[in-house]
């Protein structure tokens, strides 16, 4: 299994990012797949997620972000506007690897990306 993402990059604040990531080697249409981030210093955090037709957030981006899949269930997107300074990180897509109802920590998640740099400067 391989999480290839794309996107990211410098943005000033109130600005736009797409960031978008594909999963392959098997499918993963009934499985969460999700975004968390990791700011110098911190520990990992969750972003986003997404299963079937519904997603969810953190408080912390619930509004500005959107996290969507494609109809295969293979490709997620996360669609960030309104981009503040503390949304600076590296963004890790990453999905289940057995079907579970928990979708918030690192550790419900088994296949990992390997992270692209989110910079938005003041």
């Known amino acids: 299994v391989q999480l290839q993402a794309s996107g990211g990059g410098l943005v000033q604040a109130g600005g736009f990012l797409r960031l978008s990531c594909t999963a392959s080697?098997?499918?993963?249409?009934?499985?969460?797949m999700g975004w968390f981030r990791q700011a110098p210093g911190r520990e990992r955090e969750f972003v986003a997620a997404?299963?079937?037709?519904?997603?969810y957030y953190s408080d912390s981006v619930k509004g500005r972000f959107t996290i969507s899949r494609d109809n295969a269930g293979d490709t997620v997107s996360l669609q960030m506007n309104s981009l503040k300074p503390e949304d600076t990180a590296v963004y890790y897509c990453?999905?289940?690897?057995?079907?579970?109802?928990?979708?918030?920590?690192?550790?419900?998640?088994?296949?990992w990306g390997r992270g692209t740099q989110v910079t938005v400067s003041s």
């Open positions: 990453a999905v289940q690897g057995k079907l579970g109802n928990s979708w918030s920590t690192v550790d419900d998640y088994e296949y």
């Open positions: 080697g098997r499918t993963f249409a009934n499985y969460f």
């Open positions: 997404h299963r079937w037709v519904t997603a």
